[in-house]
């Protein structure tokens, strides 16, 4: 199939979902704009930042002068632990509602304002590796709790006005939907196939080749087929486990390495702080005795990033995708092209 | 169910998709933060602009110096009708692609460059709606097409650069996502209670009375209670009908009536012109014989709004909503009561 030359459907066979892509609509050869590189340096302690040791945050309290990862509940959190359980199904199931308890908080991942995940040592990154392992655990045994999402929104453009490097996590009475559709997804495929979707798509990508952006021992990054986002990426393990808890020692470290090389190239791309939404999905913390969750979940990466042509110019997801699907113009193995030529050498580090 | 107390879930089931409504963090009253409105006011004729009558397009078109309505072939269409029929299923059906032919044209609501649909006259919108009609028509009556999605988006948040007043229309040789999944919920409702989905959802709406922001004879305009985007709205006809050709001479000067209403609120809300993403769902033009497809479906407009709190604070769709389900703050309830307090005359024109 000419999947460079005309608009075509991608199935999506994680979420079910499709994707059109209009490859012929940047077939003209890559401008190759040159942007300037962003280098604002951001000062490593800010005291307007809420976020830095020692500030006061939203409510009068004050941040500790920590020194490695912190964490902290959500001071605007979108979901409450404390809540009655109702429901209403009204009106032949028109009127469907059933409260939604669970908790927020905020992970940050260094004290310094001024780092991002790739710019921070492998170490550090594996503290954070290592706090998200522990929140996952002890968010996921509270009996209230079903599903851990752990993601990050980094730069203006996604809705987050501070630079200081930070994630957040929202632990969830239910699974929600695209976590629900991506764990029936991978149980029916392991039913029909006997085997593990993304253990199987892991392979296969590596055996092609063509969207491949880098690999270490343990962890592959690379565009996926169906990919929507301009770069979209995901990273995913060689070895098949369902959560992040799941990580052998050497896998943290690998994890870890993937994770900033992964955010050198994003960043490498346009020359600036790379903007995206980035999370995990991973086996859901309840029911607590299932193997079958075990075996048919394959942890995860997914990154979702709005650039499209330059620090500046992004994709929008309006109109036709918002009524009817998603749409993207470059291919993705013309993405994954892109980000596999670039440097695992930050560009702020090559400047100085 | 106390809705607007705590956080809960609810059910849209149109798509068959769950929304987390987080009403208590903005529980705290309405600050009114009182924005200047805009008034910049747009030339009638722009030289610059290649949607002006006269001007020039991309690839050296020049636009006729026209004077209604004016239709013509998108310039960079996302599909192409001549393509060759191709397909690939490869990998246990992880890689799977097929060709998507089709049509984009882009559709000038009137050669005034300062106008927008609220601030055009009732005859001059039931132009626009007789040349969406005979779209729908002719679009649909090639072979190739199934589905005929028409939309505006506007704004350049909406990633719409030029304020001419404009929309689109891509006809598809494939059901998209969402109107197929609003086909399969809308039939198997049919199946399963006998009657409309919609027809039963309106009237239950205009019974309640708590969601409506305006009604005539033929249409209803409401926050659907499952609505994601702050200011989400849906125009339904109270008659039952398929597809926009379907109206009756009566319906065109109602729905005329409703769409500026609606736009006008929009724009009263903020006091600018009110970015969003507009468009219709209804009958898939294939396959032609089909009268359980007339009696399921149930033509309606969806609004998707991104402004929260001004004309310039936005709800973002990122890191949660992007990774796991849409989340709102305000509920639908108080978002219908705003809109419901709002004049219906534009404010450009109560300035002036
Ligand atoms: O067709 P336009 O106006 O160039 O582009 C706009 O609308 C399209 C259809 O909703 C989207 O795919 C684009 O991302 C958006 O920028
Ligand atoms: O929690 P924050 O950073 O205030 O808010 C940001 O992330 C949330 C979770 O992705 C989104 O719901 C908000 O729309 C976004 O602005």
């Known amino acids: 199939m000419h999947l460079a030359d ?25 401008q190759g704009q040159v942007e300037k590189p962003n280098l604002d340096k951001l000062p490593e302690y800010d005291e307007t930042c809420y976020l830095c040791p020692g500030n006061e945050r939203a409510g009068g309290v004050k941040n500790p002068a920590y020194e490695g990862v912190y964490t902290f509940p959500n001071d605007f959190a979108a979901l409450l632990h404390d809540a ?69 929104n980094r730069g203006s453009i996604m809705g987050c006005s501070n630079p200081h490097p930070h994630g ?59 990919a929507v986002w301009p770069y979209e990426v995901m990273i995913l393990p060689k070895r098949h486990f369902a959560s992040i808890d799941q990580m052998t020692d050497q896998e943290v470290t690998d994890f870890a390495d993937a994770l ?12 600036t702080s790379f903007p995206y939404s980035m999370g995990f999905h991973q086996k859901p913390t309840k029911p607590v005795e299932d193997p079958e969750a075990d075996a048919a979940w394959h942890f995860h990466v997914h990154y979702f990033p709005p650039l499209l042509r330059s620090a500046t110019v992004r994709k929008f997801m309006v109109g036709f995708e918002l009524l009817a699907m998603p749409q993207r113009d470059i291919t993705p193995e013309s993405a994954a092209e892109r980000l596999r030529s670039l440097s695992e050498l930050h560009y702020m580090e090559q400047q100085s």
């Open 6 to 30: 005309y608009p075509q459907r991608r199935f999506n066979p994680l979420a079910g979902e499709w994707v059109l892509v209009s490859p012929h609509r940047t077939k003209r050869p890559w």
């Open 84 to 152: 009655p359980e109702e429901s209403m199904n009204e009106g032949k199931g028109l009127f469907q509602a059933v409260t939604e308890r669970g908790r927020c908080e905020v992970l940050c991942f260094s004290p310094r304002h001024d780092l991002t995940l790739p710019r921070m040592d492998i170490s550090s990154i594996k503290a954070v590796i290592r706090v998200w392992q522990e929140k996952y655990i002890t968010l996921g045994s509270d009996p209230l709790i079903s599903y851990v999402q752990i993601f990050e």
């Open 168 to 226: 957040q996590i929202w632990a969830n009475e239910h699974v929600p939907d695209l976590p629900a559709k991506e764990d029936s997804r991978q149980r029916s495929y392991r039913k029909g196939h006997g085997t593990c979707l993304l253990c199987d798509y892991v392979q296969e990508e590596l055996a092609r080749n063509e969207r491949i952006i880098f690999q270490n021992d343990s962890f592959a990054a690379l565009v996926p087929f169906w």
């Open 260 to 271: 900033k090389r992964m955010g050198t190239r994003f960043d490498n791309l346009f020359l």
